[in-house]
């Protein structure tokens, strides 16, 4: 068979990453940089280059597994006979308990038609709004900091706009190992006009990200909210702030000004560790720069005050005027390569496609009358979000539970809470493209999906760019899309009659799109053919647009009531320290992903970190009589514990240890970290405060 060439978009990070895939043999056999993409102009990192290697490594899952009882052996079976039960049981559960007894947990992997077809039966079928997704982990602080202060969820910017901004500020990101080409491109705009443009990092670990900056302001973990207030108190102080865009622009200065005149810069320095001298220079760059842009991930979102930390950030460039023009704006970098569009398409408990919302009667309506159902079927209630989930498995209010894309068992927090609600629930099924996996070990019935390279659909970048990802290859078996699953799930449910009876994704593209029409991310003006033909389309892009929108409110009009972009005074709760604990921080390895389903197979990404460790500094080494190598057990308030071995590191505070998180029980025997991890939430975004628990360390043989 003759190969081929094709375009398609990077599976991994929220960056999107234009790809050209060479296919020959029916196999993807080679992966380069697209240099005509739109938004990555050819650029890629290694975990894309080993794409074929992770697709066609050990472990596919070509076939539906079962089991009859919870110590039977999985047997593989057909789909009717898999998915059939799964339909049965879930259908006599709800019978029983309700809708709300069963859940679905999702993932950013999934493609934007597969989160359209399980959130219409969930939300809008069966009557539940527990359906989430794994970006709960990764960005619902930012996502809620965005509506409350700009009035709509998206970030406002361009990958573009990289090649305009004077002032870079990271905070919480460790961009050059998650969002590396994002990262290099800000390094060449520095590298092109070093004198002008300044790197700024916030982040308590030297990373990779802070090595590269001109300022790293390595802060004690859990006090971003007084160094950002700070900041902001400076650029009052200094005449830094624009009058005129405030005035004109926003509500609520005057609150946040009070908040911020709290924070002398004496006063930050004490509480956050950072010399006062750095916390200047950083304020000063940020104001002075003609054009700053913030970059932020999970060291801001996962927090118990994650909201509050993306508020106070947003309020420096309200503050500022710098956002809604060239190389200006706070830009909330997605870790998953769909992360976006699950939240355009209603991925998360509380929301409906179209940025709709599950509590906002006219939005019910709306989605009520697209769908064609009765109002009233649609619950007014948020649902359960992700780590609510697993709890309410492991005290038995939720009976049943549907996982696709993503590995729970391994990723969540508090993992033995986790294992004790997938034990007691009465349906697991787990759709997954890999087995084993941590999660699908615990699933009475576990069905083959395709993945990348094997089924058409678009995601979202960072950027808000919707891009076409064709069906290059045959999935694996009997392996097949995920829309299609759900699809044919709805349709076993009963729900057929022009509601589920989708012929191909672009059915489902088509139907999803015109739910948009008259929202702040209208796409009713793109189609497949579009996305083919133009590489990648920002949204919104409505009927008759002749382009997307590269940068959102240049008009300086917001997404609220009053077009104005409202402040919000962020609260800080001060961190208590607990005597003989521990600051646990984890983390991602430059070239894995996630719980490693995928890059754990590729032996080339296992050189750089073939397992976990645990960084401590070398003042806390010596005071423990550490050397390096040797085998520190981590313990957490769950039950759960890990051993790691030490590596005595500057690039940690004294008082902080570091572990990465990817490595599950099955790839590494000493444990998982999130064995140890805290599950508290942020209030208002529910997303766990992955980053920051106080743990006991001890030394063991
Ligand atoms: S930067 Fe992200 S999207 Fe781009 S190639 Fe790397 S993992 Fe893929």
Known sequence: MPGQTATTICPYCGVGCGLRVDVAGGRVVRVRGDDAHPGTQGKLCRKAVYLPHAVYGEGRLEYPLMRETRDAVRRETTWDDALGRAAAQLQLIIDEHGPDSVAFYVSGQLLTEDYYVVNKLAKGFLGTNNLDSNSRLCMASAVVAYQLALGQDGPPCAYADIDEADCFLFVGSNAADCHPVLFQRALARKAARPNDVSVIVVDPRRTPTARAADIHLQLQPGTDVPLLLCMLNILICEQLVDREFIDTHTNGWQTVAEAAAEWPVERAARVTGVPAELILRAARAFGQAPASLSFWAMGVNQATDGVDRSLALINLHLATGQIGRPGAGPFSLTGQPNAMGGREVGGLAALLPGYRMVNDAQHRQEMADLWDIPVDRLNPKPG??????????????????????????????????????????ELVVVQDAYFPTETALLADIVLPAAQWAEKEGTTTSSERRVS????????????????????????????????????????????????????????????????????????????????????????????????????????????????????????????????????????????????????????????????????????????????????????VLPGTVYVPFHWGTLRYSGGSVNESTTSELDPRSKQPALKLTRVHIRRVA
């Open 384 to 425: 359960l979000t992700g780590v609510e989930m697993f709890e309410a498995l492991a005290d038995g209010r939720l009976k049943a539970i549907w996982i696709a894309g993503t590995n729970p068992a391994a990723s969540m927090p508090s993992l033995e809470t986790v294992r004790r609600g997938l034990e007691r629930a």
């Open 468 to 651: 076409y990802m064709p069906r290059l290859v045959a999935p694996p078996g009997l392996a097949r899309p995920d829309w299609l699953i759900f699809a044919e799930l709805a349709q076993l449910l009963g729900y057929t009659a022009g509601d589920f009876d989708f012929g191909t994704a672009e059915d489902v593209f088509d139907e999803f799109r015109r739910c948009t029409a008259g929202t702040s991310v209208d796409i009713t003006g793109l189609s497949y053919a579009r996305l083919r033909n133009e590489g990648g389309v920002q949204w919104p892009c409505p009927v008759g647009a002749a382009s997307g929108v590269a940068r959102l409110y240049t008009d300086h009009h917001f997404s609220t009531p009053d077009g104005r972009a409202r402040f919000h005074r962020p609260t800080w709760r001060e961190p208590v320290a607990a005597e003989g604990r521990w600051v646990l921080n984890t983390g991602r390895e430059r070239d894995q992903w996630h719980t490693m389903t995928r890059t754990g197979r590729v032996p080339q990404l296992l050189k750089s970190c073939p397992e976990p460790y645990i960084g401590i500094h070398p003042d806390d080494a010596q005071l423990l009589q550490l050397s390096e190598g040797d085998s520190l057990e981590v313990l957490g308030d769950a039950r759960g514990r890990a051993r790691f071995n030490t590596r005595i590191t500057a690039d």
